[in-house]
């Protein structure tokens, strides 16, 4: 394609300053385009920078380094020719739906006309027709969110930015609410040329986006495309659908899991960049989840199809593979392929008492690089305890790219199940359970 790309980012990188002063980086060399007449989606598990990649590219705040423009001019300050739509967002509570939708346009100072006719053009588009008088305390969620669609329309910028926009809201109105804005951009009614979805949703990308970016982790980057030539509308219950739904879902698990074995081309998805990670570290996730997911399998004899197990535990497919992962750093399940198989030591633990549970984990948990390199740090301190802050500071120098808050409050909880590290609220210290204090 030689058309200029309504924006665009080139070798795109991102760092956060934490208070420690630490730095951490969220994106690194993110490569992306969008062009007119598309949807594309940007699909990642939770943390993998997809918000902080829209903010940049509405011009919320600055990359580190890297290119950003939009329709082929570097960008500066806020882009003016995007409109951004959010899973929640503030409506005022004292306006009607029709001056909550005018608000947008107060920086235009356009006529009163000419604010009424773009306002109604707007209110016609998501079906909030008979609700301009109304208040926000009189709608559904669903009715909100089509404010905030048309709050984003009413503006006529040529790019729609959506941030998780449907993700809070019921399985039956999010559906809805996705076909009625692939109408809206296909049937060209709007000033919108592109339409970039942020989401953790599979079927929601398949279903309207026509190419997919899979983002991956530590940190965010682009791991993958898939282009999705399907027909719009389109129709869930196809096979092709479902073929595509598959597709994305292999690249998505390899993508958060590279050391699943490659499933090769067979899918037909794209090779992820092998970028391996020295230090297997815990992902965030709560002790009772996994044991949760290790019952769920054990229940169903002792293997699991990873898109099932999503389905089975009511959550997302990446918070499961999040599950899955810390319960294979643990070496409780092996995954072969899509499959999640218990191994002799996830059966015993399933099938123990929550005393063996303790216990194994002790061991299994104990043997994890991080925790060894805090249990060792707490050593050397003669109380074995030491201020949490410093505890951080530590981390975030051993694995520069993790959100060492996050680890520290996995370290915390984990820690706490397994009897290996307790915290201390008053004093905010981390100490080393040494057993005789926890009777
Ligand atoms: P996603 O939208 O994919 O869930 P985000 O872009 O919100 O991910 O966040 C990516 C990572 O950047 C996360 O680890 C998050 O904690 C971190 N992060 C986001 N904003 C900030 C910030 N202002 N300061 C520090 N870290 C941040
Ligand atoms: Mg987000």
């Not at 998501?126 to 669903?142: H, I, K, N, Q, T």
């Not at 899979?214 to 282009?227: A, D, L, Q, T």
């Not at 709560?286 to 293997?303: K, N, R």
Request: aromatic letters at 6%; glycine letters at 8%; charged letters at 25%.
């Amino acid at each position: 394609m030689s058309e200029t790309p309504l924006i665009e980012l080139k070798k795109v990188c991102k760092n956060f300053q934490l208070e420690s002063g630490a730095s951490i980086r969220v994106l690194e060399n993110v490569d992306f385009s969008l062009f007119p007449g598309e949807i594309v989606a940007l699909l990642g598990p939770s943390g993998s920078g997809k918000s902080t990649c829209l903010r940049i590219m509405a011009g919320l705040i600055d990359k580190t380094s890297g290119e950003v423009s939009s329709s082929g001019a570097a960008l500066k300050g806020a882009n003016q020719n995007v409109a951004l739509v959010f899973q929640s967002f503030a409506l005022f509570p004292w306006e009607t739906v029709f001056e909550n939708i005018a608000l947008a346009l107060e920086p235009l100072h356009l006529s009163p006309d000419e604010v009424k006719n773009r306002v109604k053009k707007a209110i016609d588009l998501v079906g909030l027709e008979g609700f301009e008088e109304a208040y926000p305390r009189e709608l559904s969620g669903g009715m909100k969110q089509r404010v905030g669609i048309a709050r984003a329309l009413v503006m006529e910028r040529s790019v729609l930015l959506l941030d998780e926009p449907f993700s809070a809201l019921d399985v039956l109105t999010a559906d809805s609410l996705r076909s009625e804005i692939v109408d809206i951009f296909q049937n060209k009614q709007t000033a919108t040329k592109g339409v970039l979805l942020v989401t953790h949703n599979i079927h929601e990308a398949v279903y309207m986006a026509k190419r997919i970016l899979v983002m991956g982790v530590n940190p965010g980057h682009i791991r993958g495309e898939v282009i999705n030539d399907l027909a719009y509308p389109r129709n869930e219950a196809s096979q092709a659908f479902n073929q595509m739904v598959d597709r994305v879902h292999s690249l998505v698990t390899e993508t958060l899991m590279p050391d699943v074995p490659k499933s090769d081309t067979a899918a037909g998805t794209i090779a992820p960049a092998t970028k391996e990670r020295s230090v297997p570290v815990l992902p965030n996730v709560s002790v009772s989840e996994v044991i949760g997911l290790l019952e769920t399998i054990h229940a169903d004899g002792g293997t699991g199809d990873i898109f099932k197990l999503a389905q089975q535990i009511g959550k997302d497919f990446g918070h499961t593979l999040f599950l899955v992962k810390a319960a294979e750093i643990l070496e409780l399940v092996d995954t072969p392929k899509q499959k999640v198989i218990l191994t002799e030591l996830g059966r015993h633990l399933v099938e123990g008492d929550i005393n063996v549970q303790k216990r194994m984990l002790h061991e299994l948990y104990g043997e994890l690089t991080l925790v060894t390199q805090v249990a060792q740090l707490l050593r050397q301190s003669p109380t074995l305890r030491l201020p949490v802050d410093l505890v951080t500071e530590k981390i975030a120098e051993w694995l520069p790219n993790e959100n060492p808050n996050d680890l520290l409050s996995s370290l915390i909880t984990w820690g706490r199940f397994a009897e290996y590290f307790g915290y201390n609220d008053d004093t905010k210290e981390l100490y080393l359970d040494v057993g005789q204090e926890t009777s």
